[in-house]
């Protein structure tokens, strides 16, 4: 599907390197930034905070530990990971070369 | 899966109505709202806006025709469809059974 300034598809857009996980934005409002997370196997994501900001992640594909509060899972496509604000977060590591759709609100400054 | 607070199977949680199209709220935070919404074929949601609400859907499952800003397109699973804030949007008409993630910043009113 050809991406318009309203319908996007995500899988299209990600990008891998070998050097850490990359990041990339797919649309930015004033209260909501959408974007992709993309990793090599074993790649990672320190856990982190986001002080008065809501997140999650969602597996578009791959297969990837993810830690919220210190919870640990192995997830795949379609699961949903809820990332609170101020509640700590993070890709402990990639098993496979994964893409997450990421949302946070309200935006991280750019 | 199971689904504790921090991680949720969005398929799993899907429910369909004959009358019409069905809301599931998934997680409300203090700046996102998450949720489903779940289509029988032929069902649609009308056009609308949300005042100051950034808005996505994203196709988990189906297949139907959303509206953005007046264009028009069937999509299916994997893509993202962004309606920013005051942008009037709708699903015109689900083709099959549907399920999309929604997301809005801030939350609705309850």
């Known amino acids: 599907m050809d991406t318009t300034q309203y319908f996007v598809s995500p899988a299209e857009q990600a990008v891998f390197r070998d050097s850490k996980a990359a990041k990339i934005d797919l649309r930015r409002g004033g209260a909501m930034f959408l974007g992709l997370n993309c990793f090599e196997p074993g790649q990672s994501q320190p856990v982190h905070t986001h002080a008065g900001a809501d997140k999650f992640y969602l597996v578009l594909s791959g297969m990837a530990s993810i830690s919220v509060a210190g919870e640990?899972?192995?997830?795949?496509?379609?699961?949903?990971?809820?990332?609170?604000?101020?509640?700590?977060?993070?890709?402990?590591?990639?098993?496979?070369?994964?893409?997450?759709?990421?949302?946070?609100?309200?935006?991280?400054?750019?």
Chains 1, 2 share one sequence.
């Open 72 to 110: 640990t899972r192995s997830v795949g496509p379609g699961t949903l990971v809820w990332a609170p604000a101020d509640v700590p977060h993070g890709v402990v590591r990639a098993h496979e070369r994964t893409v997450l759709l990421v949302g946070i609100s309200p935006p991280p400054t750019e």
